[in-house]
């Protein structure tokens, strides 16, 4: 592969400046390939990381193999003469299914569900005992907008109902847990122009960051034992707090491709800007980011983009954005089981 997608893969754990860790185009120039999906995994004895695992009353619990249940429901060919095949967008649950099955989830594919069909699934998936796992996901790729999606049969089906399957009053085997909902929705008539924006910052800026970065770093290294010795400091009674009652839509994340009543966008040889920016965000950071970090990376990268489109004379853009009741962070810890850490000398 050549251009962009040159490179990507090198990007490692020492990159200080944000900003320099992601790509400055979406898409990239090149096609979507399988191969390039490879979920970084953690260090089993990275002091951070064991802090993080043990600090239970701020970070949940994700230790659990698999992780979870991960339900990834695609509609591409409708029946309704008002939606059109969605091109390409097979080539999303391709690379979700990658992604989630290196994050330890159990995944489970659907196409072109209908009305009857979604809402058959979710109510089973709802019923199902969760007790043995840490996480649910859903991903839900169709048409619709910022409260609805599109069932094969063009109905539409309301976001806050399909999240109310899976709340801690319909399905108690989840309650506490974190559930994580991703929809991928555009069908709307407004499209973004973008707007100017002026570079902040002089030069002498630009190299008081660069001294900075590379003191970081060194720093880092230098202090390297402190960060070994980390996790003693986490207190010994680290479990969490005993709470008899918690709200009932508590610990729900959703995530969703476009800002209310914006189209999304999707390239028939690479897949939506939405769900690639996910997958090539969550491959290369899950294993060292909390989920809000992750999802500001997906959004930086999406507003990246510019789509021509051959009826328009200005490049399209797109905003994703995300809804959260986590009470916690949520770390996805790649590679981190319970049997692995138990294994540790």
Request: with cysteine; aromatic share 10%; hydrophobic share 35%.
């Amino acid at each position: 592969m050549g251009g962009l997608c040159e490179g990507l893969d090198d990007l490692d754990g020492e990159c200080t400046a944000e900003e320099d860790c992601l790509p400055t185009h979406w898409p990239p120039l090149c096609n979507f390939d399988a191969n390039d999906v490879h979920v970084k995994q953690c260090n089993a004895n990275d002091p951070e990381t064991l802090a993080r695992i043990l600090d239970r009353d701020n970070v949940y619990k994700m230790l659990s193999s698999p992780r979870g249940h991960a339900l990834i429901v695609n509609n591409i060919n409708f029946d309704s003469n008002s939606l059109n095949t969605r091109r390409g967008a097979y080539l999303d649950s391709i690379s979700m299914d990658l992604l989630v099955n290196g994050l330890d989830f159990e995944v489970k594919h659907y196409s072109d569900l209908d009305l009857k069909a979604s809402v058959s699934l979710f109510e089973e998936e709802s019923k199902f005992d969760h007790s043995g796992y840490d996480c649910f996901i859903l991903v839900y790729m169709s048409y619709g907008d910022h409260s609805y999606v599109y069932s094969l049969d063009g109905k539409r089906i309301q976001i806050s109902d399909i999240m109310a399957y899976f709340d801690g009053e319909n399905c108690p085997s989840l309650a506490g847990k974190p559930k994580l909902f991703f929809f991928l929705n555009g069908f709307s008539v407004k499209v973004d122009k973008g707007v100017a924006t002026s570079k902040t910052g002089t030069d002498e800026d630009e190299q008081v960051l660069c001294y900075l970065s590379s003191r970081l770093v060194e720093d880092k290294r230098a202090n390297s034992n402190r960060f070994r010795t980390a996790h003693s400091k986490v207190p010994q009674n680290s479990t969490p707090s005993d709470v008899t009652t918690i709200p009932t839509k508590a610990d729900m994340f959703c995530g969703l491709a476009s800002v209310p009543g914006y189209v999304t966008l999707r390239k028939k040889d690479f897949g939506a800007w939405f769900i690639q920016a996910i997958v090539h965000v969550f491959q290369r950071f899950a294993h060292k980011e909390e989920l809000g970090r992750l999802m500001r990376k997906v959004n930086r990268l999406v507003s990246y983009g510019c789509a021509l489109v051959k009826d328009k004379d200005f490049p399209l853009k797109q905003m994703p954005m995300y809804q959260s009741t986590l009470r916690k962070d949520l770390y996805f810890f790649p590679g981190m089981t319970t049997y692995k850490l138990l294994q540790r000398k």
